[in-house]
């Protein structure tokens, strides 16, 4: 079975860091791309990132552009996700998920449990 299970998340005060973490199992992790959506209380999901098989392609929400870096190590079947200068607006609960090909424009297949990212002061 699939699993996708995202861990990292916290209380950080605004202009903070946290680095999320997606430990993968239960399929062939270097061949396939992976993203990062999050929900905060009360909204839609919304897609933040995205990264292909082999980690060359990348892709950003503008709203966390240049700020947060996806990338992943497929020796440890992990994908991570670098947050810097977090805001207030990026709180939300974080999940991983696993695209349905190689490539960051393939549709999700799975979605893990996410993790609570809160940004207060």
């Known amino acids: 079975d699939v699993q996708l299970q995202a861990s990292g998340g916290g209380l950080v005060q605004p202009g903070g860091y946290l680095r999320l973490s997606c430990a993968a199992s239960?399929?062939?992790?270097?061949?396939?791309?992976m993203s990062w959506v999050r929900q905060a209380p009360g909204k839609e999901r919304e897609w933040v990132s995205a990264?292909?098989?082999?980690?060359?392609?990348?892709r950003y929400a503008d709203s966390v552009k240049g700020r947060f870096t996806i990338y992943r190590d497929n020796a440890r079947n992990t994908l991570y996700l670098q947050m810097n200068s977090l805001k207030p607006e990026d709180t939300a609960v974080y999940y991983c998920?696993?695209?349905?090909?190689?490539?960051?424009?393939?549709?999700?297949?799975?979605r893990g449990k996410g993790t609570q990212v809160t940004v207060s002061s």
């Open positions: 990264i292909s098989m082999g980690g060359v392609t990348t």
């Open positions: 239960g399929f062939t992790f270097g061949s396939y791309a």
């Open positions: 998920e696993k695209k349905r090909g190689s490539t960051v424009y393939y549709d999700m297949d799975y």
